[in-house]
């Protein structure tokens, strides 16, 4: 293929809209309006409590929705839809390796099941604190999940329309975007495999702009 092919075919294929991104898909989802009274913190409940609960709901929810395609997904490695590898990268040992979309989730979901386990950081008896490092733990659960939104709406989205599950995937993904911009707890430098779906959403008042 001549370099010219190479570029045309790459930009045509930049230019086909996802289906995720169709009107009929954009505004499928179960909640009406918009998620600011779900996701505002309560009066007098602790915030890091908060974060806890959200951060058990929303793993273990993403983690049916892997379930359903775990089968079909034979994407390898792990890419995300601007063409970028997303690597592995053990958030103990700091050490990034390439791995398949499977594998990836599959340690994702490990560590973020070990750690909700885990006393010393979910502490589930009343009156012991939370670990000092709570915060950054969350932001890295957010991370995580939200690279492997990224790869259910870029590679599977047809999938999920097939199973008649897209207005459930779109319900747990706008509300999980919708907490984790309230708290500002997910990374905007990585948000640009979804950036057109979270313009979308923040144009039809589902997310807000912050
Ligand atoms: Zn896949």
């Known amino acids: 293929m001549s370099f010219f092919n190479k570029f045309k075919s790459k930009k045509s294929n930049n230019d086909i809209k996802?289906?995720?991104?169709?009107?009929?898909?954009?505004?499928?989802?179960?909640?009406?309006g918009n998620m600011k009274k779900i996701v505002s913190l309560p009066k007098y409940v602790d915030k890091n409590e908060w974060l806890a609960i959200h951060a058990f709901d929303f793993c273990m929810n993403l983690k049916e929705f892997c379930e359903v395609i775990r089968e079909v997904c034979s994407h390898n490695p792990m890419m995300d839809s601007i063409g970028s590898e997303c690597l592995w990268t053990d958030p103990v040992k700091k050490v990034a390796s390439k791995v398949s979309a499977k594998q990836y989730t599959e340690l994702a979901f490990e560590w973020m099941l070990a750690i909700i386990d885990d006393e010393r950081v979910f502490p589930t008896k009343m009156g012991v604190e939370f670990d000092k490092d709570f915060e950054a733990i969350i932001r890295t659960f957010f991370k995580f999940m939200f690279r492997i939104i990224c790869h259910l709406y870029n590679f599977h989205f047809e999938d999920y329309v097939n199973l008649d599950l897209d207005s459930h995937l779109n319900t747990l993904t706008s509300h999980f975007l919708y907490f984790g911009l309230e708290f500002d707890i997910l990374e905007r430098r990585d948000f640009s495999p979804l950036q057109e779906l979270i313009d979308a959403w923040i144009e039809l008042s589902i997310l807000e702009k912050k």
Not at 19 to 30: N, V
Request: hydrophobic content about 40%; aromatic content about 14%; glycine content about 0%.
């Open 18 to 32: 996802p289906l995720y991104l169709e009107k009929k898909y954009l505004e499928s989802k179960l909640v009406a």
